[in-house]
């Protein structure tokens, strides 16, 4: 499928997990890209027209075909390019891949997004008891060193929400959810994914995603 | 990959459109299955067992393996059984539908779900809204006989929510939607979906669901 002569561009925010998926899939296979830099709040009419019905990143757009979401751009970028696949090849393994990752987008982000953006104290107590109950069955899930088995796999690249983000959002409002002593098993496992070397160079700055998450947390807080 | 002595099994219950799904691209592959009929609101310890995240149909336990959510299932049934593809063979046409398909799951059936479910007047004008701006956006990416090209594909199945199952719940609740007027390629898409031979067999009657609908919303309405 792939040549020499195709154009590929990954629209992206720096501070996306969501992008971060697309970066770290795209640099596992060797697949250089242009990055095209999208601001938050002032989307480029370029990435709207790509993306008309969600208007936001990731899109990837190879060879003036855009996709969006970043779960369908995985199954995409797995299918065009071949090498270092992120699917297992066993169907059912496959089946679970996918399961994993749409309940990380689903239970564990929006538990996530609520603990953030809630003003009541009430659904923000829910909402962390949401996010421990969720991360527990993916502790419970997690049997090798990746979800992938030995090597970073499809539901591994899914999970940067939580070995990355996820910390570093309960910091910023000043809360630690995830333990060595709570999630022994997925505390591993992030420290591993997190300090794998193609991760590691893709993860944008603990400091800058701190600073970024406290301060939109005291606009939040200041406008209750 | 299929053999004479696996088993199959799909829990389901015969009102669910997403266990319809799975029904529709079982037959369309011609596969023999075993159907383990769910009651609502009084799950089998099976099924629990099978699906413990989410608790719900359907699922499909091949060989013992139980795989959960439609649209995961629908795609392993692609890969398990080669005949008669219903994704595309096309990466990048295999993105779309894999986009639309949750799309659909996503913007259209939580507004269908709001316009039905909600006691606020002004929220369900605003899902009213929602729904026929959702389905405006699949009107104008209809451009087959079918989404799938000249015969059902993935997203066809998926959208057998729209297909059959939208015009019912709207009209339980006294509003006519999906018109020939409004919608002229989507309602000629749905005749020619709902009258195919395997979709026909496997959709439970007309009346049947209305009949449900019906009574759920006025249980719902004097409740309020």
Redesign the interface.
Known sequence: ?ASNKEELKLFGMRLSPFVSRVEIALKLKGVEYKYELEKMGNLSETLINYNP?YKKVPVLV?NE?P???SL??L??ID??WKQNPILPSD??K??LA??WS??IDD?CFSAMGKTFYTIDEHERETSIEETKVAIQ?LENELNDKFFGGEDIGFLDITAVLIAYWLPILYEAIGLKLFTNDKFPKLYKWSQDFNNHPIVKETLPPRETLLAFYIAHYESLAASK
């Open positions: 499928m019905v190879h075909k996709v969006s979401e369908v751009i199954e995409y299918e065009i169907p059912y496959r089946s996918r399961f749409n309940f239970k069955i």
